[in-house]
């Protein structure tokens, strides 16, 4: 069975400073990973994937995350963090049903970032 | 901005009751998905619709139900509405390739009192 581990339930940091949300997984077959973030009150929105090819991943907002295969781990990482950037974020892996349509995402409890002045 | 919409916004139902929540897809998507999501926590699987047919659920009862329409819409259903049935309500509309993007939207506030 698939699962997503999210290590931090709560990561504070100052305003342009470097920030690392940290995501580990399990599975059995192949991985396909998601980032996204929740502002208040409103829905989820994709910051980036990983499907396969290159294991660093750029997503908006100037977010990045490196998938590794030997750590079982999908780190997001952003060198420089705005006030804008509170928020929420989950980390997800998607099911792949047999005949490699899409399944549903697994998601992880998520990862409040709340940056400060 | 994503074309999905879901309705209503906020919701407070009484124990017992029945509630319908609705999504309208992304134009284009074939597939629904909703999720519940408890405060604090991350969203959790509830049912996936493709083409009119339920394509996949997670680990919830039976008085959660749902339907897709012709136009790829969607509801969804909970019957005899429990305390814990208090959460947001996650729409997502995709395509069924894996490689395609779920749009979510803005979700349904259910308070159950």
């Known amino acids: 069975a698939q699962s997503v581990t999210q290590l931090d339930s709560q990561v504070p940091v100052f305003e342009e400073a470097p920030v690392e949300l940290r995501c580990n997984y399990s599975?059995?077959?192949?991985?396909?990973l998601f980032w996204y973030v929740q502002y208040p009150n409103q829905g989820l929105q994709l910051l980036l994937k990983?499907?396969?090819?290159?294991?660093l991943v750029k997503g908006i907002n100037g977010f990045e995350a490196e998938f590794n295969k030997s750590q079982t781990s999908f780190h997001l990482r952003k060198p420089s963090v705005h006030i804008s950037d509170t928020a929420e974020y989950f980390c997800?892996?998607?099911?792949?049903?047999?005949?490699?349509?899409?399944?549903?995402?697994?998601f992880g409890k998520g990862t409040k970032l709340s940056v400060k002045p | 901005e994503t074309g999905v919409t879901q309705s209503p916004t906020h919701l407070i139902k009484t124990r017992g009751q029945q509630v319908t929540l609705r999504c309208s897809s992304q134009?284009?998507?074939?597939?629904v998905s909703w999720y519940q999501q408890a405060l604090g926590q991350g969203p959790q699987f509830i049912f996936q619709?493709?083409?009119?047919?339920?394509?996949g659920r997670g680990n919830f009862p039976p008085r959660f139900s749902g339907l897709q329409f012709p136009n790829y819409s969607s509801e969804l259903n909970v019957n005899a509405l429990e305390l814990d049935d208090s959460a947001l309500y996650l729409c997502?509309?995709?395509?069924?390739?894996?490689?395609?993007?779920?749009?979510f939207g803005q979700g349904t506030r259910l308070t159950v009192v």
């Open positions: 990983y499907l396969s090819g290159s294991t």
């Open positions: 599975s059995s077959v192949s991985v396909y």
């Open positions: 997800a892996v998607i099911t792949v049903n047999y005949g490699g349509s899409q399944g549903n995402l697994i």
């Open positions: 997502a509309s995709s395509l069924m390739t894996v490689n395609t993007e779920a749009f």
């Open positions: 134009s284009g998507h074939n597939t």
């Open positions: 619709y493709y083409r009119e047919e339920e394509n």
